[in-house]
Nanobody, 120 residues
Framework: QVQLVESGGGSVQAGGSLRLSCEYT?????MGWFRQAPGQGREGVAY???????TYADSVKGRFTISKDNAKNSLYLQMNSLKPEDTAMYYC?????????????????WGQGTQVTVSS
């Protein structure tokens, strides 16, 4: 059983930065960040798989960076140049699949989420 605990959310003005962290009990082949804005479905933001390959949603490319530190059992999401449309609950997820991509059904474990609010 993999447990995931997110932290680092908060309120920030547009153009600002936040760094989300996700502590996990066990590493899995794929790990990712998803988000869900009010009234909308959950969407993939970024994921890391295999030996550190990464993929980003088009909406965050060039602004967000996902990274993983197995020595600290932590997954990170560095978010720069934040926009109001980035406002959402952000979830950390872990998958036993080698390449889970952004398919939610491939992620076996989910954190409780951390809120990010970006004001204009």
């Amino acid at each position: 059983q993999v447990q995931l605990v997110e932290s680092g959310g908060g309120s920030v003005q547009a153009g600002g930065s936040l760094r989300l962290s996700c502590e996990y009990t066990y590493s899995t082949p794929s790990m990712g960040w998803f988000r869900q804005a009010p009234g909308q479905g959950r969407e993939g933001v970024a994921y890391i798989y295999r030996l550190g390959s990464t993929t980003y949603a088009d909406s965050v490319k060039g602004r967000f960076t996902i990274s993983k530190d197995n020595a600290k059992n932590s997954l990170y999401l560095q978010m720069n140049s934040l926009k109001p449309e980035d406002t959402a609950m952000y979830y950390c997820a872990a998958s036993t699949s080698a390449d889970a991509s952004f398919y939610e059904s491939r992620y076996n474990y989910w954190g409780q989420g951390t809120q990010v609010t970006v004001s204009s």
